[in-house]
């Protein structure tokens, strides 16, 4: 069984930075992408980024975040990481860590099968 833990949220000032931390713990043969999402009460949850598990890296956004936020990970330590910088009051969210089998570059929440509890971030105007 899979298990993702994330921590970092916090409260901030919009154009300030936080880090959130993703570890995964147990055995996830198959794990493909690692992505983050947010989640705002009355709103469905949406992809904020995703990055590659193994092998060659690459990543991807959803426009709202690019050039602001960067995802990456650390392959040895099991976690995944997102820097988000310049932040907004629009970013305030609970965000979630996600592992998916698929490949390529999947967006949707029905295309990962693992989750994490979710870590809040408030930005304050």
């Known amino acids: 069984q899979v298990e993702l833990v994330e921590s970092g949220g916090g409260l901030v000032q919009a154009g300030g930075s936080l880090r959130l931390s993703c570890a995964a713990s147990g055995r996830a043969p198959g794990t493909n992408i690692m992505a983050w999402f947010r989640q705002v009460p009355g709103k469905e949850r949406e992809f904020v980024a995703g990055i590659s598990w193994s092998g060659w890296i690459y990543t991807y956004y959803a426009d709202s975040v690019k050039g602001r936020f960067a995802i990456s990970r650390d392959n040895a330590e099991n976690t995944v990481y997102l820097q988000m910088n310049s932040l907004k009051p629009e970013d305030t969210a609970v965000y979630y860590c996600?592992?998916?089998?698929?490949?390529?570059?999947?967006?949707?929440?029905?295309?990962?099968?693992?989750w994490g509890q979710g870590t809040q971030v408030t930005v304050s105007s």
């Open positions: 996600a592992r998916s089998a698929r490949l390529g570059r999947p967006t949707l929440g029905s295309d990962y099968g693992y």
